[in-house]
């Protein structure tokens, strides 16, 4: 008996890359929501030989070394170790090492040297991941054949210091032309700033078309002037994008937020036109005097594109930091040089050339050698790689010889189409295929399966919950007739029960399909939308051939996602900022969509939030049905939250949505989140509290009540001071003084402090010294560090330096003063910054934790765009950044000379105000209805509330007055006066409730209502929703004229007990039962037979506690089941 194993995929796409199993040569880590973006990139690695593989950040974990053991694993495990890895996403998505390095996963072996080349997608949404795709994909397979000639230009940019780096600078970049020279290069532009070239001359030769763009000089977060105003973003170069260099300071963040650059470069450009550059070379770190580990890194980089003749990127960088390692053996410096780009990118180096590739076009379904020759202008060419590759059975790659042929073993084991890639050092790739064919046996495929869900909603779409049948159509493919076929399916992923596997199809002839018995099975209401059942189709013949396919089911039922999420915070509520804010009520509206493939009915929400300063006012919104693919906006529905004092800043607020609905055949539940952004205040706002407890105030911040008083006290002369002669007259120094008190910070106590040169101190004895400032926190720096002005500064007069430390304690006021004079920055003499450090005695100056209060004072501010300036605790993983390299905290006063700022533990002033919030409604249609408990159309219903105080001050004078706009309601007595509501407590209209009247013809169900609350200098507002009953008071129970419907819970709120009423359209199974918020059954009503009509139901609530319960009615009307829902909320 022959078998034949077929990998034919006939309902379900298998995501997983092909050949998986194996391991793979290029390894992506991506963010999750890129994985699809990225497939164009993995299938086309993987064809033309580099087998690829993408992987969730999710199944691996978001921390470093997470990632770093994954990979580790992959390269001493898999059969095919990783060469490349990719990371796709910003650091936001996918961090660095301590934020500064990639290169830590590809150190394989723990000495901090790469063995894996690491590349980085820089891509903080999915637009820009689909722009990085496509342009490596543009680059790679259609590159700009229009223009051939910017293939071989390129532009070296050098912007001179007018000192002995310049010497490096310029040797570096004409070594560089010479290599481009020797390389057959047209055109190599050497801008340089003593020429007058300027950042529109880089911009222009980009347009123009460059293969490489390379920078020497200095720099942090840009070129220096005059090419620090480049802008990728515009350019014009669509397909000529060239690869960027910058050897200098920082021109790449791996921060989880920030933007440099690096990053600017690569992300530049769009999916369809293409632009900006196809790959950045360079570093995080920032150093003094090092300009020669950059032309280390320069040289070696290039030296392997040119001399070395590797034409891809990744393993070029890593012989650019070998070069590093080679002469100076500096970790640090090695492991600062990054690359935002592709890490197999195949660079052009010359005109690529045109190939033609000849094989066979057709061959036999069969075990054989595959013969290719690979030829340009009639000569064979040697080194080209060939790979060929059919669904997942043949994956072979091989490298051309000096002919230009190459052999390839290969079995392909199903019909279809082979294909052929051929790549290679500048030549253009060509992609091709050829038809494997069998032709002496029957050979049978699934060709189209059809679903028949009798049992079920007839939508030809398995549902959770449904009986199904599934017809098989056989097609045979060989050229032998197939006699006496009959097929067995078995599943070990099925959530249900086959009822019937086996299918008979008689005799199959050539190009001939035939349908055969079909499969019946249940599936589990429980399954979810997606859930694939894996199944093998094993077919037998009379002749004894066996084919076993894959036959894959694939469930599709209602899956709701979260699309937007809206704050609605208009005045008086809010400020209309969309953001949430202390003391802030609005309307919030979540729009959803069904992104399964199931319809759902009866779908609602509700929102909950565990933050203590969020109220969640109206909790519930009922959006109804949403078809496949539906979107419900949630205008006419929406929540209501406010929030008090405590709520932080610059954080979000974490809400948890419970989505409920009815498939028909299932029961929907979901529980989804979403974060609301918190506002982040203004400049006259506070930062903090870290985690430690510690703010910081400046002197704009008068309102906290502890804003520091900008209060100069000279030391220098002719004031008290005591110069530090080591900082004053040494660049990159630090020396460790005695305090005459001991200090807290962090909670650590000591009298010892180091003061360095570099324009910072911190707590005990340190050796670190220098000026590469970063952001906080940050573990480079010493731990417990405190940064008034952290920057590469230099008071050396005799090394081109400025300046002069002096400190002094102040035994009058208790307080400790280190004063920074005039010291210059590094290579600029003349720019020069004053500024003071203050240590209050902690013994004088008490706070909540013991810990100091620290205080900076800036007399002169030359430049800020380059300095840190903050404090961080002993773990360095936690502090208060108040300003990086111009980036100033969003609460933070622009530093400028005669500012002053503090840090403390001590709290802010605390406002002392109500917060008034909506705790209940409860509705009467009793003196204008026909008193039901029903609110219907016509009646005229008075409404009572409960507003509770839960602020810090008590609410005099309070006065409610309700309105609405929705047309379906007018308000006739629209004003209540609650009086006083002390803190804690709660007030209620219930003497004199408001009047409103419902519309007589309603235009929907709900009927929106405000309600502006005014008390003695105190303002807010909030929102309830009276539903509007479609019943119009009938009390005969009878058999005609109803709809299947649970009506309404009379009254809600409920007190003790509650009726309520549903009607069924025709005789049936009912379970009518009550469920806590968790989805808990409480209490079962009834549970049997009804005939039709209209009933009412008592129910008791005694000993539950009090809080939202869920009323189903889950009616069973012949073969079809459905579920109605209604909330009622039990205050007892």
Known sequence: MKIRYLFILSIFFISEGLWAEQGAKYLIIANDSYLPILQPLVQWKTKKGILARVVPVSQIGNQPQQIQAYIRNAYNNWPIKPEYVLLAGSPAQIPAYNSTTDCYY????????????????????????????????????????????????????????????????????????????????????????????????VSSAANAGRGF?????????????????????????????????GATCATITLESSGSMYGDKFVRAGNPLTFGGAIAYFGTTGIVSHGAHFRSACYRGFFNAIFQEKQNRIGPATLRGRYWIDSLYHNQTRYQEWNLLGDPELCLWTAIPKRIEVFYDSVIQMAPQILSVAVTANGHGVANASVCVSMDSSV?????????????????????????????????????????????STPYLIISATTIDDFMGNNDGIINPGEMVRVYINLRNVGGVTATGVNGIWHSITLRGRVLDSIAYFGTIEPESVRIGDPLELIVDSLNRDSTVISGIFTLNDAAGERWDLPLNLVIRAGKIIIDTVFFVDSPPGGNANGQLGKLESGRLRLAIRNRGGGGLTGVFCKVTCDDSNVIVIDSLAYYGVIGVGESKSGNRDQFAISAGLGLSRHNSVLFLVQIYGDGGSYYYNETLSF????????????????????????DTDTA??????????????????????????????????????????????????????????ALGNTSYRFGNNRPIPDTVGPPLMICPFWDDLNPDENSNGYGTAYHYYDSSRHRYLIEFKDFAHYNQ???????????????????????????????RVALNSSCTVGIKDSTETLGIQYLFNNNHHPNAAYLQAARAIKFTTNLPRQIQTPWLVLNGVFVSDTMGGNGNGLYESGETLQISLILQNRGRAPAVHTVAILSTNDGDAVVYDSIA???????????????EPFVICL???????????????TADSYTTVSFFSVGISGMTGIKQLTNTGYLTNLERIIPNPVVNSVVIRYSLAQTCVIDLALFDVSGRRVRTIFNGYQMAGLYESSLSLFKLPRGIYFCRLEVKEQENKKWFVQKLLYVR
């Open 213 to 245: 763009i390379t920078y020497r000089g200095q720099g942090v977060g840009t070129w220096w002037s005059p090419f620090n105003t480049i802008d990728p973003f515009s350019w014009i170069n669509c397909e000529k994008m060239p690869v960027v260099v």
């Open 704 to 761: 906290s009540g502890i804003a520091p008083v900008y209060e100069w006290f000279e030391l220098a002369p002719p004031g008290p001071g005591e110069i530090i002669p080591a900082v004053s007259d040494s660049d990159a120094v630090t020396r460790s003084l005695r305090l005459p008190f001991v200090f807290k910070y962090y909670g650590v106590s000591d009298t010892l402090i180091s003061i360095c040169s570099n324009g910072f101190i």
């Open 395 to 439: 994956y072979a790659v091989g490298t051309t010889d000096s002919s230009g042929y190459v052999y390839l073993n290969i079995n392909p084991r199903n019909i279809g189409r082979l294909d052929v890639v051929v790549t290679g050092n500048n030549l253009i790739p060509f992609e091709g295929s050829c038809r494997v064919v069998a032709t």
């Open 999 to 1013: 519309a007589q013809l309603p235009a929907d169900t709900i009927a929106n209502f405000q309600i502006l609350i």
């Open 829 to 859: 003499p003349n720019i020069r910054e004053t500024f003071q450090l203050i240590l209050n005695d902690p013994y004088y100056y008490p706070t909540p934790t013991g810990d100091g209060d620290l205080i900076f004072l800036y007399q």
């Open 106 to 201: 590809g150190d394989m072996e723990g000495d901090y040297k790469m063995e894996i080349s690491v590349g980085r997608f820089f891509a903080t949404n999915a637009r820009e991941c689909s722009t990085l795709v496509a342009k490596t994909l543009a680059y790679e397979r259609q590159t700009a054949m229009l223009d051939t000639t910017w293939f071989i230009k390129a532009t070296t940019c050098v912007r001179e210091d007018n000192g002995p780096d310049d010497t490096l600078y310029w040797g570096d970049s004409r070594w560089f032309h010479q290599l481009c020279q020797s390389s057959g290069y047209i055109q190599i532009d050497s801008l340089s700033s003593n020429r007058g070239n300027n950042s529109a001359d």
């Open 675 to 698: 974060n609301l952004n918190v506002e982040t205040g203004t400049v006259n706002d506070p930062i903090g509290p870290d985690g430690y407890g510690y703010w910081c105030y400046d």
């Open 977 to 991: 006066n609650f009086g006083l509501i002390n803190p804690g407590e709660a007030g209620n209209n219930l003497s």
